[in-house]
């Protein structure tokens, strides 16, 4: 830095850096994030990454440890998964043929952003449960009624 220069510095981000997106991302069905977040943000997805996490397992261990998918479920999700290049499928010439699924490089980088994902959740899941109850508690199923706010789109 030269003399006379100064350091600058962002300030930190409060929000996981989501302000930094465009704002049409949200509203483009074209857009890159949404596309990859349908990918992992769906439960089967996010329970074989991270089962795969802890190394490579066959179909049959995959829907032990993932007790309540089912085969086809399973079955669409790994074939997605390896669609998408975040697992690899390996088989295994042997009477009859073994398959074994494992991450690859690029599914291995979502495990760290995931497991952040994890720990929210567990941190939340009290919150988020007293939440529910409260809102069923109160909730008249969607009428508006007297004394409602309801605000003009």
């Not at 032990?64 to 085969?71: G, H, L, Y």
């Not at 995931?114 to 508690?137: E, F, P, T």
Request: proline share 8%; with cysteine.
């Amino acid at each position: 830095m030269g003399q006379g220069e100064e350091e600058v510095t962002a300030p930190a981000s409060t929000d996981g850096g989501l302000s930094e997106f465009p704002t049409k991302w949200a509203f483009d069905p074209q857009c890159p994030v949404r596309e990859v977040l349908d990918r992992i943000g769906d439960k089967w997805s996010t329970l074989v990454l991270g089962t795969l996490a802890n190394g490579p397992h066959r179909f049959s261990a995959l829907q032990r440890v993932v007790a309540d998918i089912s085969k086809r479920m399973l079955t669409q999700t790994l074939r997605d998964l390896e669609r998408d290049g975040l697992i690899m499928r390996t088989v295994f010439p042997t009477k009859p043929p073994s398959v074994e699924y494992r991450l690859t490089p690029l599914g291995e980088t979502i495990l760290e952003p995931l497991g952040v994902l994890v720990q929210w959740a567990n941190r939340a899941h009290a919150a988020i449960k007293s939440a529910r109850l409260a809102y069923d508690a109160n909730s008249d199923g969607g009428v508006v009624g007297p004394g409602d706010s309801v605000v003009d789109p």
